[in-house]
């Protein structure tokens, strides 16, 4: 079901780290939550509202490395926001993936076993009531033929 | 009445062979319709002027700047990869005589960015970003021009050597970087499925 183990591991280094200013842990995270992205888009998930959260967990990076604080307040803060937002990015990315697997999977079933032989079977009743239609007027016509002699 | 009628049309043999021709047609349908289909993959990159179109680079009618003046351009990035990339532009100021990236080798230009904007691109999208820049100290060394100091959208880039002879033929390189989530670094080529690219602009100028 859910990336468990990935989730624990993001978890686990958010603990262990939180406070710190270690830049590994912010490309470690924001490597994940791109994953995670990636993942979720490859299933068919809309995942704008993830890289929307993704590029202010950029600019909250950026914010800190130029020391141009305009949304949080020191390097340690933005750090920690920016990491925060990763994770969460991380674990609504998993959520994401599986709603957008199971919408895909009904999708596929409701296209192979009902749309598909719906449409085909109207399709064959109109066309078959047509074909007898078709049929019923040439038999007609055929009846209704009268045998003329050509003048010369 | 109808239901005979109907029933009638289902038991004819006629009207089953139409069935099985339009189920396995329609079947046929839904599947290629779901499955997805092979794309040229690509980014693009453009530096736009001051309109956001390719004009309006420079103060006046040439490509001659002076120490102070404004310049408003803008980075427009394409994203078609087919997911959402993260990006870097990378900003580099060079002089005629310096690398820049090379299409064939797929190589970036070997000089140090002096300033980089990363962002994450949706699939099918569009960013843009300005860059507002200006050139704020200056040094003449016998006929050479060095720039020493320029300011990027608000922040000031000190410390630069790029020198050019009467200051003539500096060049604003801009290049695009996609970040490789297998290496975990920024790559300047990507491969497109058939072949590798990359994707980067320059932009000349001269300074009096």
Same mark, same amino acid.
């Given at each position: ?26 490309? &470690? ?8 992205? /990636? ?54 990315? /998993?959520?994401?993936?599986?709603? @957008? ?5 009904? /999708? ?10 719906? &449409? ?12 007898? @239609? ?19 | ?7 009638? +049309? ?6 089953? *062979? ?5 189920? *396995? ?37 040439? =490509?001659? +700047? ?17 997911? *959402? ?56 060394? %016998?006929?050479?021009?060095? +720039? ?9 880039? !000190?410390?630069? !050597?790029?020198?050019?002879?009467? %200051? ?18 920024? =790559?300047?080529?990507?491969?497109? %499925?058939?072949? !590798? ?5 320059? +932009? ?5």
């Amino acid at each position: 079901m859910y990336d468990f183990g990935l989730l624990a591991i993001t978890g686990l280094l958010f603990i262990a780290n939180n406070g710190s200013t270690d830049n590994n842990l912010f490309h &470690t995270s924001a490597d994940l939550a791109l994953k995670t992205i /990636h993942g979720a888009e490859s299933e068919g998930a809309d995942v704008s509202e993830l890289v929307k959260n993704f590029n202010e967990a950029l600019n909250l990076i950026d914010q800190a490395e130029k020391s141009k604080f305009d949304t949080c307040r020191s390097y340690e803060d933005c750090s920690q926001q920016a990491i925060t937002i990763l994770v969460t990015i991380t674990n609504d990315g /998993h959520v994401l993936k599986e709603q @957008a697997k199971e919408i895909y999977a009904l /999708h596929r079933f409701v296209s192979f076993s009902i749309y598909a032989p719906v &449409t085909a079977f109207t399709t064959s009743v109109i066309g078959h009531l047509f074909l007898r @239609a078709w049929k019923a007027n040439q038999a007609k016509r055929f009846l209704q033929m009268e045998i003329k002699e050509k003048l010369k | 009445m109808i239901l005979l009628h109907l029933k009638n +049309i289902l038991a004819s043999r006629a009207f089953l *062979a139409i069935f099985v021709s339009l189920l *396995a047609i329609s079947l046929s349908i839904t599947y290629v319709a779901s499955e997805p289909r092979p794309e040229m993959h690509f980014f693009s990159i453009s530096t736009l002027g001051k309109n956001m179109m390719t004009e309006n680079y420079y103060p006046r009618n040439n =490509a001659t +700047i002076y120490v102070g003046d404004n310049l408003n351009w803008h980075i427009s990035v394409y994203n078609n990869m087919g997911e *959402a990339e993260y990006v870097a532009v990378r900003i580099k100021l060079l002089n005629t005589t310096q690398s820049i990236p090379d299409d064939i080798l797929q190589i970036p230009s070997s000089e140090q960015h002096i300033l980089e904007f990363k962002h994450t691109v949706m699939n099918d999208s569009t960013w843009t970003t300005p860059l507002r820049w200006s050139v704020i100290d200056t040094e003449e060394h %016998g006929d050479y021009v060095v +720039i020493r100091s320029l300011e990027i959208n608000g922040i000031k880039i !000190d410390n630069l !050597d790029v020198r050019s002879l009467d %200051g003539q033929d500096f060049r604003m390189v801009i290049e695009l970087w996609r970040y490789d989530p297998e290496t975990g670094s920024f =790559a300047f080529a990507w491969n497109t %499925g058939l072949e !590798d690219r990359s994707a980067w602009n320059q +932009i000349w100028f001269d300074l009096r």
